[in-house]
């Protein structure tokens, strides 16, 4: 009988602030409950709201400092005077289980963890907007920043969006359902990729020796 079990995906979803990159995890993670996000560890304030080990792990710089030295990170990056980083056995051992882990982090992070040991299992994926002025717009509208913060953010977007050619998958997001039902297909393709189902080999060794056995086939 065939092994359905399948290694797990470490999806990323990169996009510039704004673009829709959180919408759309919070989408895909409603589409699949099985589905677990990195838990990102971060140097900056807890916000109201938020909790410590659920919206991120909240640590201070000589922890942080210490777990990318002790090599505990699958990446990190500075952002607006903060560090902020993916630990790595939480996202190992849920690929090792057929679990795939969703990363909503910039192109440096994306970076890194493509090249990383576990590049194999690497699903990346850029979310551009329509248009600049419509990114400056959502910005605005989403009311989570200073008038001087979304001038910061859009003055790193073009930053974030020159590197676009560097994900597997590039999708536009100019209508937000038509851009989860695309990182949907996405998704579901790369779950059939030969190196995601390690079972594979020994089912074709199964047919192999049942057709043997039937010499009247």
């Known amino acids: 009988m065939l092994n359905n079990k399948r290694r797990g995906l470490l999806i ?18 409603k589409w699949d409950p099985s589905l677990s996000f990195s838990v990102s560890s971060t140097t900056r304030s807890m916000r109201s709201g938020e909790e410590n080990g659920r919206d991120y792990f909240f640590v ?3 922890e942080f400092s210490k777990q990318v030295a002790d ?32 990363f909503d982090i910039d192109w440096q992070g994306a970076q890194q963890i493509s090249n990383s040991a576990l590049q194999e299992h690497v699903l990346s994926i850029f979310i551009l907007p329509p248009s600049i002025s419509e990114l400056k717009n959502r910005l605005e509208k989403r009311g989570q920043d200073t008038h001087d913060i979304v001038k910061r953010r859009m003055k790193k977007s073009w930053d974030e969006i020159s590197h676009w050619a560097g994900y597997d998958y590039v999708v536009i997001n100019d209508d937000l359902d038509k851009t ?37 086939l």
Do not use: W
């Open 12 to 29: 990323i979803l990169s996009s510039p602030s704004g673009a829709g990159k959180s919408t759309l995890s919070r989408r895909l993670m």
């Open 60 to 62: 201070s710089e000589e």
């Open 71 to 102: 090599g505990e990170m699958l990446e990190h990056a500075q952002v607006f005077d903060c560090s902020y980083g993916s630990p790595k056995k939480p996202v190992e051992n849920a690929i090792n289980h057929g679990e795939d882990v969703l």
């Open 180 to 216: 989860e039902a695309k990182l949907k297909s996405i998704v579901a393709a790369e779950r059939l990729r030969r190196s995601q189902q390690p079972g594979l080999l020994d089912h074709v060794r199964t047919l192999q020796t049942e057709f043997e056995k039937h010499n009247d």
